[in-house]
């Protein structure tokens, strides 16, 4: 798939796990490079990147993967959304990776917090975050921009950003942003935005593409204060499910080859080798017209949104910069 500074797979491999087995996520990697998945998904907040650098070498010295063969997003953790750490952050990112560069580095989410000492934002004892006041989008981007002249990232994007952050982002870029990565599944299609990021040139990376089922699991892993939430059950839909058995497929194979069609990447995560084989194995059928309808129909807009960060972030929607429920 095109974007403003080159291609990226059309289907990508998850690796936000929670709490990190190193050997499992290990397991999991050598599935899907050996499936055919050429693009890795990780971030410094989700501590996946060292298994996926350990990983990544064992199969660049095996002579069986070369580095130009694969593409590596990672992204620039709540504790970074500063200009003055940008660079710190990209640095420590790809020493984790041991790589020279990241085919894509992402700003993980337009609001900024103090560090922690564990990798991980701090917080006070009800959990909230210590906040930066008020994010400066220009100055973050140009630091972005800074990482292409300096030959860490092969491109630049935003995740989490709402339509007027990244107008704004625009409006002071040199390099336009090649990629938005956010929640985006048959629940939450997100057709405005999808709109307005492929009209600029923008690809669009669907996080949750399988509307995340483990995500309270996950977010525990994180921060054991989560409070848990209802989540959508896409795999379960029936709608879905008929459209699966019309074509031989399961409920996840629709799901992704959905947004496929839709022109976007989805990035499924899973640590199951059939289930990792079955997320990729979307190429050999095709939606029909009717079909398409039937699954659009399914958006249920925000209330699907798993994703909205405020029991995980607390605190964050009194911010200026969150980026929910506005345009
Ligand atoms: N930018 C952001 O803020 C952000 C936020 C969230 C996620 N992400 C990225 O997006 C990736 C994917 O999103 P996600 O992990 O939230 O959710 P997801 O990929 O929608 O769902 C993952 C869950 O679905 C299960 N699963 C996977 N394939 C399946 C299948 N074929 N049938 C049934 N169950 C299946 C997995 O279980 P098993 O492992 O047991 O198969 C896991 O519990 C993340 O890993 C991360 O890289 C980014």
Do not use: P, W
């Given at each position: 798939m095109e974007s403003n500074n080159g291609k990226i797979p059309s289907i990508g491999f998850g690796t936000s796990t929670g709490i990190v087995n190193p050997e499992e996520l290990e397991r999991a990697i050598d599935t899907a490079i050996a499936v055919g998945y050429r693009h890795i998904d990780t971030a410094f907040i989700y501590g996946t990147e060292k298994v996926i650098?350990?990983?990544?070498?064992k199969w660049f010295k095996s002579g069986k993967l070369k580095r130009e063969e694969i593409f590596i997003t990672t992204k620039l953790p709540v504790m970074g959304t500063h200009q003055d750490r940008v660079d710190s952050f990209i640095q420590r990112s790809l020493s984790n990776l041991q790589l020279d560069y990241v085919d894509l580095y992402l700003v993980h989410f337009p609001v900024g917090a103090k560090s922690g000492s564990n990798n991980l934002p701090l917080r006070d004892e009800q959990g909230h975050l210590f906040l930066e006041p008020k994010t400066d989008h220009a100055a973050i981007w140009k630091k972005m921009e800074a990482?292409?002249?300096?030959?860490?990232?092969?491109?630049?994007?935003?995740?989490?950003?709402?339509?007027?952050?990244?107008?704004?982002?625009?409006?002071s870029a040199r390099s336009a942003p090649s990629?938005?990565?956010?929640?985006?599944h048959a629940y939450l299609q997100q057709r405005e935005l999808v709109h307005f990021c492929h009209q600029n040139g923008i690809t669009v990376v669907a996080f949750s593409p399988l509307g995340a089922p483990d995500h309270n699991k996950r977010m525990k892993g994180y921060f054991a204060q989560y409070e848990e939430r209802p989540l959508p059950d896409i795999l379960g839909n029936a709608v879905i499910g008929r459209i699966g058995e019309k074509h031989g497929k399961s409920a996840a194979q629709v799901a992704l080859r959905f947004l496929v069609q839709l022109g976007v990447v989805p990035i499924p995560k899973s640590m199951n080798p059939g289930r990792i084989k079955e997320n990729f194995d979307v190429?050999?059928?095709?939606?029909?017209?009717?079909?398409?309808?039937?699954?659009?129909?399914?958006?249920?807009?925000?209330?699907?949104?798993?994703?909205?960060?405020?029991?995980?972030?607390?605190?964050?929607?009194?911010?200026p910069d969150y980026p929910f429920g506005k345009l």
């Open positions: 650098g350990q990983t990544l070498q990482q292409l002249d300096a030959g860490r990232a092969r491109s630049i994007g935003l995740s989490n950003y709402n339509i007027s952050q990244i107008q704004t982002v625009l409006k990629c938005l990565q956010v929640e985006l190429f050999d059928f095709e939606l029909d017209g009717e079909d398409m309808e039937r699954m659009a129909e399914l958006e249920m807009g925000e209330r699907a949104r798993v994703s909205d960060f405020l029991n995980i972030f607390k605190g964050v929607e009194h911010h």
